[in-house]
Each structure stands twice: as structure tokens, then as C-alpha cells.
């Protein structure tokens, strides 16, 4: 069982009184906002990854020098890092590495592009070293606050994200430290080079406290906890006064695993002492892979300044075709809208352009995850390291794989590296155009040729889509990474370099204001469409219904699930398995029109809104203090929708301080009656061959399971899309899973069914 300490919001006389809102520790919500600080600015940014956390992936120039080494001496993390090397040699390495890694010349260029925020990932060993950190990561804070002066003198805000824990939040290299790492074999048994070591199937935090691999978190430790929020403390305390400095995220990707009743805790009682030291910075709650609004709408209601962090990544996907991923990058505007209507500001704080997972190292040093990467993967030249002189970089061109190895197979071999795969144009042998690339062994076999090349072409497509997606109804997103030594598909530098995101991203409407037009369109129910059509087209589908559940939303939500899964365009699909958008005459294709109305919570807060939007037009204020009620209300709509409509790719939010939230917009009475007639009188005829048809082929188990849109994101995250029609809110002591679809991640059923 798992134990519950009882836990006491430990919050100072004076932090309270410095609050200017009002904390409710009963329900973990707050009251009397004024919005001193309103949420205006869209955030526009880009990670700084590896720098200060390790993530071999990202700079295998640091590791290459653990090839062939065995438990002793391998590193595979910050910590092990440290470790190995130790406190002086570990030392020399980093400091190298910090300065060449992020340099001035990086942030200038960054801004120059149009990017107004960086979220820096730092560890918790920063600001009080322990273990093997101790001397290694010496002259970390100097580096930050050389970097914190660049990106104050061009204008660039920052986000501090605490990346890594004391004794990790998700086990994995990029939380500091690979926990659950079981060595197999040895120099005393085997060859060097058979020796192995298992991660995935043992991967364990204890950040939260003790964790069991049957039982999942067994027993929560809140004195860990504790000391994480005194160290967040601490980062408030040097950081409250710095003019580049506008936030913290308190912690990065707490696996699944984490007690959501303590990691809420955690959340609130982190907010009320960090917003009395540091008031006007945004506090950021990483979802932990739980993107759902029964898990967090209304938490924190009222709360000034904060927003729920998303991940939002494809490398993960089943190999599929390019309007697959295009569709699947415009749907989650639809996902990130409903979070930003039940919880608040909602931020993608990492994402990528990387369709497959031939990343070297993405799932760790010389690892990979069972089945992964789904594809051959192209191998390249592994480059010249960005450190001079560094211990065994670049890899030998005469040796082969070398180990140790872990469960799955990456690492480079002969001097190439695995990279990510090319797209190829479509072609009367290959129809869809899938990311096929070649597989020779001599260099000239995998150059790119304009003939048969078209990565260039789907990476536009798809930059496009995703920063139209990200960049409407999110407050903001910051794309994964800045650069890399390897992945283009995971460099913002040189995704700007080759094309597939604008050089200049401060104006966004030409270049992506049409870019899902084609993915937004959606199966919704029909206006006119009978309750018992619509229940009848809902047991089709095997979704159950609770008796106060709003039929016709649940009937939207199940149509578009599955059309945009088995939709007549699916190239994807067999044939026998598409379906049109009709469910027995039930549904219909509509465009999801947004409007950016008034909440009709506070008059103040919608009026001030309303005067920001007019740019304080003495005639029309004079006007707005003249309303009030509904009457003032409508005057908002009519106002907040104006001005977003016409500034919303500029940056804008429909948020206005609070007085304002996104909406999707019903077709009006007379849209509705121009074809009921038609459709009143096809009805019965779409009853009864929809439903025989493809019943039959799919069968009714099949068919409700085919409900599910499945997405895979990083090895490290769970979710941030749909995964299913009905969400499950499962126990918050123990949640390893959100949705009805078959969990299918390594933080799913990969990681669930290996421990």
C-alpha cells in the first residue's frame, strides 16, 4: 500500500503577506488576482539542451570516450560524468565544453531570427553540489550568468527549468542520472566487448521517495521534496532581480509514476514560496506525461502566472506516411485548446521535427529501446567534435560497434553515425512517399540527390504545421534544441539554415496562417441529428456513456477521433477500413472556427482587458466603464475577438489578463436549417448501409479500438495528444496510464511491462 504522510503547507508569515492574491491551501487555489502582470506575450524560444545537463544524444563528442570501457568506466550522464573522470578531469572537460557549446555568437543569431525566450535546463547540484558533482560542475552558475547577460542586452527572456533532481524524477540521462542501471556481464567473464548492462527494463526514480518496480512508488519522501523546494528557493532568491530572468519551471518531466497527490503538493506549496521571493516571475508545472484535463483542470484556479508545460514529439511514431504526421501536428491544437479552457496557459516546451527515432543515443549511451529505431536508419560521417582536442573524438573509422551495450542496438561503427532518415518524393513504386532513405555501404551511395530527395519538402510542411499549431492557441512554445552535433531534424540553427522554419519567426501570418487549412477540418455531429442517432452511432463505436455527459460532445469527439484515424485520404489505411465522415447520417464536415470571448468572471479584469485591446482610445474607454453585465460581456466578445484575430500570429494570446479564453464556435440556426430537409430525408438511408458495411470488415472489438489515436512522443515523455475518446482519471496515487487507448510508450507499456 501505498503510504500518505500527512503534509503541512510550509509557508513564512512574511511570504504570505508578500502574495498580492490569495492562496486557499484547503483546495490548492487562489482568489483576489489583479493581474498586475498579465499574460500577454507569446513565448517564442528555443532549449538550450546539453549545456549544463548532459544528454549523450546531443553532445556524443563528451562521450565517444567511454566506448569499449567497462562498468567503471563508462559514463553515460551528468553524474557518471563526474564519476568516472572525477572532480578535476571532469572539471576541465565541462568547462571546455560550456564555453564552446553556448557561445555569444548562438544567442545573437538566435534573436536575430525573431526568438524572444530561452528556457535554460540546469541541475539542482548547481546551487548545493553533492556526490560526484562536487568540484566537476565547479564555475556553472559563472557561465549562466555570462549567458543571462547576453540574452539581457538583446532583449531575450529566460526560463529557468530545474532539468534534473537529486535522485532523478524520471531515471532517465536527461533527469542527471540513469537510475536502475544493472551491469550483466563483466570484464571477468566475457570479452570487453560483450559487456552489457540493462536500463529500460530496471529504470527507477526516487526523487518522490521509494519505488518498487511491481508497486511503483511505494512510500513518498517529502524530505527529499522539501529540499527540492528550498533549492528552487535558492534559484528564486539569485535570480528574482535579473532582467533576463522572467520564470522557473520546477521541475522537469516527473515520470508517470509520480503520486499526483504529491506531485500537486509539490507544485503548490513550490508556487506560494517561490512567488514570494520572485512575484512577477511564471511558474511552470511539467504534466508529467499527463496531458489531461480531468487531471488538471481547475488546479491552481485563480493562481496568477502559471502554465502547464507540454512535450509534443513524433520521433516516436510507427513509421507512417507525411499526411499522417501533418494531421496529427494541426489535431493538437484542438488538444492544447481544451487544456488552455480547464486549466490555463498552456506551454509546449519541447518539440522537434524528427519523424523517426534513428537518433544516436536519443534513448541512451550505447542503448536503445526493445524495437526501436522501427527502420534502417542512414549512417553519415560522425563529425569532427566542437571541442579541440577531445578524448576519443571523433570515433575510429577502423573500429567496429563497440560496447558496452545495453538492451537495444545505437552507436557508431567504422566512423558513421546514425542519423535520422531521409524522406523520399513520392513515386509510381512508392505511393506514399514514406521515409525511405538508402542503405549501402559506400558514403556515395547515401548522398542526397535533388531526384529523389524531398526531406526538404515535408520539413517545411511540417514546420509550418507545427508552429501554426503551437503558435495560436498555446501562450507559447520552445523547440528542442537550439542545436546538436548530429540532427538537423533537432536543431533550430539548422532547420533555419536548410529552410524548414522562417529565418525571421516575428511574423508568422504568410508563412503559416494556412497551413492546416486542409487538417481542420473535422466530423462533427449534425445539429439536427436525433439523440438516439447519435447513441446508436456511440455503442457502434464502443464508447460507453455516463448519464450526464453531454451526448452531442461526446459524439463530436468519438466521429473526429476515428475519421481523422480511418478517413477516405488515409493512404495509410487499407481500403477496406476507411470511412467517411457520416456515422448513419449523423455526422458532417465542418471547420473549427475559434473565437477569442470574454470569461464572464471578473468585470474588472474583462474591462481592463478591453481598454489594452483599444490602446486606451479615450472614447471607447469612456464607453466600456458605461457597461457592465452581459451587456459589457458581449462588448468584450466582439473586442478581444478583433484584436486577436488581428494579432494572434504577431504573438498575441487570447488571454487579456485573465478576462479571456478561446472557444470553438457552433454554426449559427440558419447554417443548420439549409439542408436539414436533405439530411432529415437521407437519414434512414445512411442507418442502414453505414453500419452493416463496415461492420463486417472491422468487427465490433476492432472497431472500438480503433477509437484510439495512438501518438508516440520521445522515449522520455508519455503523451501530450489525444489517447483516446473517454479519458480514464485513474487512482493519483498510482497512474501509470492515461486514456483508453493500449498504452504504447517506453514510459507506457514498454517500461510498464519490463518491471
Not at 545505437?410 to 538508402?438: F, I, T
Request: glycine share 8%; charged share 25%; proline share 6%.
Amino acid at each position: 500500500m501505498l503510504s500518505l504522510p500527512k503534509i503541512v503547507v510550509v509557508v513564512a508569515a512574511a511570504a504570505v503577506v508578500a502574495l498580492d492574491f490569495e492562496p486557499h491551501p484547503e483546495n490548492m487555489t487562489c482568489s483576489g488576482d489583479v493581474h498586475s502582470t498579465p499574460w500577454v506575450e507569446k513565448i517564442i524560444g528555443v532549449n538550450l539542451g546539453g549545456w549544463l545537463v548532459l544528454e549523450p544524444w546531443i553532445t556524443p563528442s563528451l562521450f565517444y570516450q567511454f566506448l569499449g570501457a567497462d562498468s567503471e568506466g563508462t559514463a553515460m550522464d551528468t553524474h557518471s560524468f563526474c564519476r568516472v573522470l572525477g572532480p578535476v578531469e571532469g572539471n576541465r572537460q565541462l568547462r571546455k565544453h560550456w564555453e564552446t557549446w553556448v557561445t555569444e555568437t548562438h544567442i545573437s543569431k538566435l534573436a536575430s531570427l525573431g526568438i524572444n525566450s530561452i528556457r535554460i535546463p540546469i541541475g539542482d547540484w548547481m546551487f548545493e553540489p553533492y556526490g560526484p558533482y562536487r568540484g566537476c560542475t565547479d564555475g556553472a552558475l559563472e557561465v549562466v550568468d555570462r549567458v543571462l547577460g547576453w540574452a539581457a542586452s538583446r532583449g531575450l527572456k529566460v526560463l529557468l527549468d530545474v532539468h534534473a533532481v537529486r535522485r532523478s524524477a524520471n531515471g532517465l540521462d536527461n533527469g542527471g542520472i540513469a537510475m536502475g542501471v544493472k551491469w550483466t556481464s563483466t570484464l571477468q567473464d566475457v570479452a570487453s566487448d560483450a559487456i552489457t548492462f540493462e536500463h529500460w527494463p530496471r529504470r527507477s526514480a526516487r526523487w518522490m521517495g521509494s519505488f518498487d518496480g511491481r508497486e511503483g512508488t511505494t512510500a513518498v519522501n517529502w524530505t527529499h521534496v522539501e529540499a527540492s523546494i528550498r533549492t528552487l528557493e535558492k534559484i528564486a532568491s539569485t535570480y528574482a532581480a535579473h532582467p533576463a530572468v522572467v520564470g522557473l519551471e520546477a521541475v522537469n518531466e516527473p515520470w508517470q509514476f509520480t503520486p499526483l497527490w504529491a506531485l500537486k503538493k509539490f507544485y503548490w506549496e513550490s508556487y506560494l514560496r517561490v512567488k514570494a521571493i520572485a512575484p512577477s516571475w511564471r511558474f511552470v508545472m511539467h504534466d508529467s506525461f499527463r496531458f489531461d484535463t480531468q487531471v488538471w483542470g481547475g488546479f491552481m484556479a485563480g493562481c496568477p502566472d502559471i502554465a502547464l508545460d507540454t512535450h509534443i514529439y513524433q520521433a516516436w511514431f510507427e513509421p507512417s506516411t507525411r499526411d499522417n504526421f501533418y494531421s496529427n501536428a494541426c489535431a493538437q491544437k484542438n488538444i492544447i485548446q481544451k487544456m488552455e479552457k480547464a486549466f490555463g496557459p498552456v506551454i509546449v516546451g519541447e518539440w522537434s521535427l524528427a519523424t523517426d527515432n534513428c537518433a544516436m543515443w536519443l534513448n541512451g549511451f550505447n542503448d536503445n529501446l526493445p524495437g526501436y529505431p522501427k527502420l534502417p536508419c542512414k549512417l553519415v560521417p560522425c563529425p569532427s567534435p566542437y571541442v579541440i582536442a577531445q578524448p576519443g573524438a571523433p570515433p575510429s573509422i577502423l573500429k567496429p560497434l563497440q560496447g558496452p551495450f545495453g538492451t537495444g542496438v545505437s552507436g557508431p561503427q567504422y566512423g558513421l553515425c546514425p542519423v535520422d532518415r531521409d524522406w523520399l518524393k513520392r513515386s509510381p513504386g512508392d505511393e506514399l512517399g514514406s521515409s525511405r532513405v538508402r542503405v549501402a555501404s559506400d558514403l556515395d551511395a547515401q548522398a542526397k540527390t535533388p531526384d529523389d530527395d524531398d526531406t526538404d519538402e515535408v520539413m517545411r510542411n511540417l514546420g509550418a504545421k507545427k508552429l501554426q499549431a503551437f503558435g495560436t492557441v498555446a501562450h507559447g512554445f520552445f523547440f528542442w534544441n537550439f542545436r546538436t552535433e548530429l540532427e538537423d531534424q533537432w536543431s533550430y540553427l539548422r532547420a533555419v539554415d536548410r529552410g524548414w522554419l522562417p529565418a525571421d519567426i516575428r511574423n508568422l501570418e504568410d508563412i503559416v496562417g494556412t497551413a492546416c487549412d486542409r487538417e481542420d477540418v473535422h466530423c462533427r455531429a449534425k445539429r439536427s441529428a436525433s439523440d438516439a442517432d447519435l447513441r446508436d452511432a456511440l455503442g457502434w463505436l464502443g464508447v460507453p456513456l455516463a448519464d450526464h455527459q453531454d451526448l452531442r460532445a461526446a459524439a463530436d469527439e468519438a466521429f473526429d477521433d476515428y475519421w481523422v484515424a480511418h478517413r477516405q485520404d488515409n493512404e495509410n489505411m487499407p481500403a477496406a477500413r476507411k470511412a467517411a465522415c457520416d456515422f448513419g447520417g449523423s455526422a458532417e464536415l465542418t471547420e473549427t472556427p475559434y473565437k477569442c470571448v470574454a470569461r464572464r468572471v471578473e468585470e474588472k479584469a474583462t474591462r481592463d482587458g478591453m481598454v489594452y485591446c483599444v490602446n486606451q482610445d479615450p472614447a471607447r474607454v469612456e464607453y466600456f466603464y458605461q457597461l457592465s453585465g452581459e451587456g459589457l460581456y458581449r462588448e468584450a466578445d466582439v473586442v478581444f475577438d478583433e484584436y486577436w484575430e488581428a494579432h494572434r500570429f504577431a504573438g498575441a494570446t487570447c488571454d487579456f489578463g485573465g478576462g479571456a479564453t478561446l472557444v470553438l464556435m457552433d454554426p449559427t440556426p440558419e447554417e443548420e436549417e439549409e439542408d436539414e430537409e436533405e439530411e432529415l430525408d437521407a437519414r434512414d438511408h445512411h442507418r442502414s448501409f453505414f453500419f452493416p458495411r463496415l461492420l463486417a470488415p472491422l468487427g465490433i472489438f476492432a472497431a472500438a479500438a480503433a477509437v484510439a489515436t495512438i501518438t508516440l512522443a520521445r522515449a522520455r515523455f508519455l503523451p501530450a495528444t489525444r489517447v483516446g475518446v473517454i479519458t480514464a482519471a485513474l487512482p493519483h496515487e498510482r497512474a501509470p496510464f492515461v486514456g483508453t487507448g493500449v498504452p504504447v510508450r517506453p514510459q507506457g507499456a514498454a517500461a510498464a511491462a519490463a518491471i
